[in-house]
């Protein structure tokens, strides 16, 4: 019995310690809930945490922004893409700090266990 509630309990642990979040310069472990392409070539980009936390003006209050000037912004869209046809978590959305729109400088991908 005891066994089950320690396993009970890691299993809590480690979902928690998985959740989504933004703090001031980033976004960590997040599902892409939304990729807007407008005309102009920005992308933007609805996560599953709070953008409003991050140290920047989001988009609308809730995006994220790419502008296609943006060196290497071709492959930030093609991973964050391919992260959210694939149902898999962002590991981090660097946000540019105090910026209009937060503006995406890098993300990372990582190994998911599930």
Known sequence: ?????????????????????????????VYI??????????????????????????ESGMYLTLSPDDKGSDRIYSTLLAAQISGRKVSTIQVADNSQGCRIQYITLGRQFN
């Open 33 to 58: 809930d939304k990729l807007y392409v407008a005309d102009s070539g920005f992308v933007y980009v609805a996560t599953s945490a709070d953008e409003k936390i991050l140290n920047c003006q989001a």
């Open 1 to 29: 019995m005891k066994k089950i509630f320690c396993l009970l309990g890691f299993g809590i642990i480690s979902s928690i310690a998985q959740a989504d979040f933004c703090n001031s310069d980033y976004c960590g472990d």
